[in-house]
């Protein structure tokens, strides 16, 4: 379609939104405000519509859309959204409000209804929006930002894909624990940082790892990761005051049966010691005390703390590879992996003379078959 037909199409027959134009990387593109409602209708999702090689790249992971669809419909006055990203193979004008000075990037782009879009960066998120509309119709006049591409034939969609997965960075996961406000776990482990003793300055706050220089001896997450298996809660579950204050109890005793912890806290041994020589300073050792808390709690709940105080006799050291090796470690380095906290909660739990799950029978049982 010329440049003219284009202008010549009557607005029914265009899109038009508000938009602000920029220039990168030698080109024009345009960032405008999409009412929810028509996100659906002019991204739609049909393969057949998508060049063969771009189809991979577009698959939907279908079971995160139920997830994010369900945040928007609960929290239909805290929601936020980032920008869409996406391409347009047609004839788009821009028409600004001035012709030069500040006000000539201001304006409104008329996109025809015949264009192609392609989205790079927000699938997920636009099939998510249908779904809330389905269920909260009223959120259709609400906006989202839109960062408009042009491109021609779509050449440039597959590079665009790569370049934005590519240079994207996620926060960490004790980054996002700390920021989220709406999350009650996420609440309480921030209190739990606050309140119990050993937490208490030896929290790394921003990281999931800590480096080997690092004061800090426990993640936010992996406090988060432990409380989650001791309460035996799934994401965004309610916490109760009952349940906070009996976190709070719990790794305050915990902290009491760990001679280590309290050395750290009080600067007689580095964390970074403790690290190199001890399980216990490992995220696998809180995740484990977690699934073994629960267990206890719920074994003797009038007697646990009693019962607790078994736990200052395990040998923890890194060095005693004929306990650790194969369970908390392998090769002799940490391992997070499902199994290795299983194995490490099995030694806990024989431990304190508590019964191992069916799992971890399961898991004890195939590790025998391999010799460890």
Not at 36 to 57: G, T
Request: aromatic letters at 6%; proline letters at 5%.
């Amino acid at each position: 379609m010329s440049e003219k037909a284009v202008r010549d199409l009557p607005e029914s027959f265009s899109y038009v939104f508000a938009a602000l134009r920029g220039v990168q990387a030698g080109g024009e593109y345009y960032v405008a405000m999409c009412p929810l409602k028509l996100i659906p209708k002019i991204f739609l999702f049909d393969e057949d519509e998508i060049p063969p090689d771009l189809r991979a790249q577009r698959a939907l992971n279908r079971a995160r859309i139920p997830e994010i669809a369900q945040y928007i419909v609960e929290n239909p006055k805290e929601y936020v959204f980032s920008s869409i990203t996406a391409s347009i193979d047609g004839q788009v004008r821009f028409e600004p409000l001035a012709e030069s000075g500040p006000r000539s990037n201001l304006g409104q782009i008329v996109i025809p209804m015949t264009a192609k879009f392609i989205i790079n960066d927000g699938q997920h998120r636009r099939a998510a929006i249908e779904e809330a509309l389905k269920e909260r119709p009223e959120l259709g006049d609400e906006t989202i930002s839109v960062v408009f591409f042009l491109d021609s034939g779509l050449a440039r969609s597959q590079q665009m894909f790569a370049d934005l997965n590519t240079h994207a960075i996620r926060p960490t996961k004790s980054l996002g624990i700390l920021y989220d406000l709406r999350d009650p776990q996420s609440q309480l482990a921030r209190k739990l940082i606050s309140t119990v003793p050993v937490f208490k300055g030896l929290t790394e706050t921003e990281k999931t790892t800590i480096s080997n220089r690092s004061i800090k001896l426990f993640t936010l997450s992996g406090i988060y990761q432990g409380t989650r298996a001791l309460l035996n809660k799934p994401k965004q579950a309610r916490v109760s005051p009952q349940e906070e204050a009996l976190a709070i109890d719990f790794w305050t005793e915990v902290g009491r049966n760990v001679p280590e912890w309290t050395m750290a806290k009080e600067r007689k041994v580095s964390a970074a010691e403790l690290r190199r020589d001890f399980i216990h300073a490992h995220g696998i050792a809180l995740h484990a005390l977690g699934i073994v808390g629960a267990a206890l709690l719920a074994a003797e709940p009038k007697r646990w703390k009693d019962r607790l105080r078994a736990l200052a006799k395990v040998d923890w050291s890194r060095s005693n590879t004929k306990l650790w090796e194969g369970r908390a470690m392998i090769g002799g380095r940490v391992s997070k992996a499902h199994n290795n906290v299983i194995l490490t909660a099995a030694v806990l739990k024989r431990a304190l003379d508590l019964p191992l799950s069916p799992e971890e029978q399961r898991v004890e049982t195939h590790l025998g078959k391999r010799g460890g």
